[in-house]
């Protein structure tokens, strides 16, 4: 596709549950990071993934949070056992890293709205 | 932690400068500044990105002072599209990682 794509764009839960992200990066873009706003708040960062592995998980709130990106393309947030305080909207973005050159352009997605009631 | 602070709010009015500043008093010698802005409901989008040296773009001006400890982001000409979230970034980290530290932002209000 053109732009970061994330789904789905609302998800409402309720507490307890295990919740799923998606975020499927623009073609050929090797970089992908998450973060989570919260109403009235900038955006804060989560995980940063660099090809397949996670090259900084520092953001990771608890090990509840958990995410993937197998193949190097298409990631996946994992939340388990939800509580009220997770609901945020959560972007996806993702860079062009050329050897030698890095433009450091982040593209964002329309992020995810999650609710947990 | 966020490197970076911004006032919480401007207001500009229609077609006249918008001068947005921001205070990165302690950024590394490495560290990048880049702007983006937010519009309702929207992502963030990329406005421009520098270093030590003036850039300009079609969107924007970034001025940085020469201590690097401080920056202006400038829209010549505002208009009431521009009305938005405004985030001053330090980029932090190595050619292998690099993360993006936002703050809480500038929120721009531009008046007919």
């Known amino acids: 596709g053109a732009g970061v794509s994330q789904t789905p764009s609302n998800k409402v839960t309720e507490k307890g549950k295990y919740v799923e992200l998606r975020c499927d990066p623009i073609?050929?873009?090797?970089?992908l990071y998450w973060y989570r706003q919260s109403l009235g708040q900038g955006p804060e960062f989560l995980i940063y993934?660099?090809?397949?592995?996670?090259?900084?998980d520092s953001g990771l709130p608890n090990d509840r949070f958990f995410a993937v990106r197998p193949e190097g393309s298409v990631s996946t947030l994992k939340i388990q056992r939800t509580e009220r305080g997770d609901s945020a909207v959560y972007l996806c973005?993702?860079?062009?890293?050329?050897?030698?050159?890095?433009?450091?352009?982040?593209?964002f997605g329309e992020g995810s709205r999650l609710t947990v009631l | 932690d966020a490197k970076t602070t911004q006032p919480p709010s401007m207001d500009c009015a229609e077609g006249r400068a918008a001068n947005l500043p921001c205070n990165h008093s302690?950024?590394?010698?490495?560290?990048?500044v880049y702007w983006y802005r937010q519009i309702h409901s929207q992502g963030p989008q990329y406005i421009i990105h520098?270093?030590?040296n003036n850039e300009t773009n079609e969107m924007a001006s970034l001025i940085i002072t020469e201590d690097r400890k401080s920056s202006t982001l400038i829209l010549p000409h505002a208009t009431l599209r521009d009305t938005a979230v405004y985030y001053c970034?330090?980029?932090?980290?190595?050619?292998?990682?690099?993360?993006?530290?936002f703050g809480t932002g500038t929120r721009l209000k531009v008046l007919a």
């Open positions: 993934f660099q090809g397949t592995g996670a090259a900084d």
């Open positions: 073609s050929g873009h090797t970089a």
């Open positions: 520098g270093l030590k």
């Open positions: 302690t950024i590394s010698g490495n560290e990048y």
């Open positions: 973005a993702s860079s062009l890293r050329l050897a030698g050159f890095n433009t450091g352009e982040l593209f």
């Open positions: 970034i330090v980029r932090v980290g190595t050619s292998g990682t690099y993360k993006y530290i």
